[in-house]
């Protein structure tokens, strides 16, 4: 069963535009999400995340939205820049205190064209 | 300074043998994880240690078998090495075992069964 979802497998964007990554998710115990970035060959790299408390964090030019009554998240990338260009994973952590999980999607491509 | 190292990058290996890899942070975390990412590029949690005790063990076949000696240590054994093993299997850390707390990911070792 999947809870977090990334359906768009693919997405490119021109230089300097916006980059709107999608995630779903069907749990709504979940209480923080986050998203990471992964080069090839390399780690996931964290990027930003958001509590299920709010609707906005923003950290310069990564903006993420979480709509609870949708189940959904989005992050923003503006402006995108060619150097932004990797696999974008959505994550979701549920549990107790002590029995903490992070649930990944199976990731976004993002290309930015120069 | 690499902050999460495992050894080896890449393992190829026949089927039935028995391969470990290790993994290493510099970070002073209380927490450690592997995660396994199949064909499919999901990325699933396999176990996870804080300070140097097992807190998930996400139903993974008792072949494998993590070992944590000491907190910054968090290695992997897997007998009988069987084809559908393989796979990228990345380490990470955090500060410690909370929601919404980021995970700092290892390069990754990709793993062939032949």
């Known amino acids: 069963d999947q809870q977090v979802k990334q359906n768009s497998p693919s997405l490119s964007v021109q230089e300097g535009r916006i980059s709107i990554l999608n995630c779903d998710y069907t749990n709504s115990m979940f209480d923080y999400f986050l998203w990471y970035k992964k080069y090839p060959a390399e780690g996931p790299t964290f990027l930003i995340s958001i509590s299920s408390i709010k609707d906005k964090n923003e950290d310069g030019r990564f903006t993420v939205f979480l709509n609870k009554s949708a189940k959904h998240l989005s992050l923003h990338i503006v402006p995108s820049q060619p150097g932004d260009s990797a696999v974008y994973f959505c994550?979701?952590?549920?549990?107790?205190?002590?029995?903490?999980?992070?649930?990944f999607g199976t990731g976004t491509r993002l290309k930015v064209l120069a | 300074d690499t902050a999460v190292s495992q050894t080896p990058k890449y393992l190829v290996t026949q089927m039935g043998n028995d391969k470990s890899i290790k993994c290493e942070q510099n970070?002073?975390?209380?927490?450690m994880y592997w995660y396994k990412q199949d064909s499919k590029k999901f990325l699933k949690i396999m176990f996870s240690y804080n300070n140097k005790e097992l807190i998930i063990n996400e139903t993974v076949p008792n072949r494998f078998s993590p070992k944590s000696p000491d907190k910054a240590h968090l290695n992997l054994h897997i007998n009988s090495l069987e084809l559908g093993d393989s796979a990228v299997y990345f380490c990470?850390?955090?500060?410690?075992?909370?929601?919404?707390?980021?995970?700092?990911f290892g390069q990754g070792t990709r793993l062939t069964v032949v």
């Open positions: 990470a850390s955090s500060l410690r075992h909370a929601g919404g707390t980021e995970a700092f």
């Open positions: 994550a979701a952590s549920l549990g107790a205190s002590g029995t903490y999980k992070y649930i």
């Open positions: 970070l002073g975390h209380d927490t």
